[in-house]
Nanobody, 120 residues
Framework: QVQLVESGGGSVQAGGSLRLSCAAS????????MGWFRQTPGKEREGVAV????WYASSVKGRFTISQDNAKNTLFLQMNNLKPEDTAMYYC?????????????????WGQGTQVTVSS
């Protein structure tokens, strides 16, 4: 069974930092396109970063860093200088092929999400 389990979310003040983790099982992350997405109620899900291609959403570039530890089969998202507009549910995803930019279709597996809340 394939599982992607996110952790590391929480509530922080603007300017703070969080480090999200996505522990994968049932797949080898080095063989997949791995990325982070986020969604706020009432808005479409948007791409945040894709480690396989090095893509970042313009809104997070310079503040967030995506990385992957193949030995641990884990994906990470280091989030610095958080802003209230970063508040969202953050999802880890894995796809057999990498698509353009932050498009979310084509990803085969998704985690349940971890909530990030940033207060001003």
């Amino acid at each position: 069974q394939v599982q992607l389990v996110e952790s590391g979310g929480g509530s922080v003040q603007a300017g703070g930092s969080l480090r999200l983790s996505c522990a994968a099982s049932g797949i080898t992350v080095s063989r997949y396109c791995m990325g982070w997405f986020r969604q706020t109620p009432g808005k479409e899900r948007e791409g945040v970063a894709v480690v396989t291609t090095g893509w970042y959403a313009s809104s997070v570039k310079g503040r967030f860093t995506i990385s992957q530890d193949n030995a641990k089969n884990t994906l990470f998202l280091q989030m610095n200088n958080l802003k209230p507009e970063d508040t969202a549910m953050y999802y880890c995803a894995a796809g057999l092929t990498c698509l353009n930019g932050g498009q979310d279709f084509g990803y085969n597996y998704w985690g349940q999400g971890t909530q990030v809340t940033v207060s001003s």
